[in-house]
Antibody, heavy 125, light 109 residues
């Protein structure tokens, strides 16, 4: 079955870059029936979608307006994974970060049916 | 402030039927499908309902979803103690983003 395994540091200093990776097994980051997402969760902001990457003959990205100037989501086809980079972090970026697969076809969407285990990231000096 | 509006809490006794509402707008629920997620303490959200009213394999038929206009609902019948969790609605918004509700904490009395 499809699994997502997250990795990355749990502590990031203010003004630095948060970097997380989501390794995919059982599916392909290049699948044309999936989009690969990053979501975060904090008590103050609840569940917040950050962005996604997906392949439909070429690569596309969509980012949340709230982080658009600071975020990059990149696919890595050689390792079948995708990554999150969030620049210039502040304590407000402290949250649990999740990666998730959104499955869809040409006629239907199936929601975020596979999630990573979550990574607690604290922004603190 | 979440884009989709849910009641912060709901409760019921074992065996009861409970409904959780989710209110949005024409740019999200009004024009796209709604998904529901269940989150148990300390775990990642789990897909419960997709495409307004479809259950993924393995989700009991006690869980059902519906949508009308710019609102959606999740119903849980035959409430069980293991249903105690947080529930979130979500939908794609035409401004090119996925939006979530603030979550509803369900307590089984």
């Amino acid at each position: 079955q499809v699994q997502l395994q997250q990795s990355g540091p749990g502590l990031v200093k203010p003004s630095q870059t948060l970097s997380l990776t989501c390794a995919i097994s059982g599916d392909s980051v290049s699948s044309n029936s999936a989009a690969w997402n990053w979501i975060r969760q904090s008590p103050s902001r609840g569940l917040e979608w950050l962005g996604r990457t997906y392949y439909r003959s070429k690569w596309y990205n969509d980012y949340a307006v709230s982080v658009k100037s600071r975020i990059t989501i990149n696919p890595d086809t050689s390792k079948n994974q995708f990554s999150l980079q969030l620049n210039s972090v502040t304590p407000e970026d402290t949250a649990v970060y999740y990666c998730a697969r959104f499955r869809l076809s040409s006629v239907e969407s199936y929601g975020m049916d596979v999630w990573g285990q979550g990574t607690t990231v604290t922004v603190s000096s | 402030q979440s884009v989709l509006t849910q009641p912060p809490s709901a409760s019921g006794t074992p065996g009861q039927r409970v409904t959780i509402s989710c209110s949005g707008s024409s740019s999200n629920i009004g024009s796209n499908t709604v998904n529901w997620y269940q989150q148990l303490p300390g775990t990642a959200p789990k897909l419960l309902i997709y495409s307004n009213n479809q259950r993924p394999s393995g989700v009991p038929d006690r869980f059902s979803g519906s949508k009308s206009g710019t609102s959606a609902s999740l119903a849980i019948s035959g409430l069980q103690s293991e249903d105690e969790a947080d529930y979130y609605c979500a939908a794609w918004d035409d401004s090119l983003k996925e939006v979530f509700g603030g979550g509803t904490k369900l307590t089984v009395l």
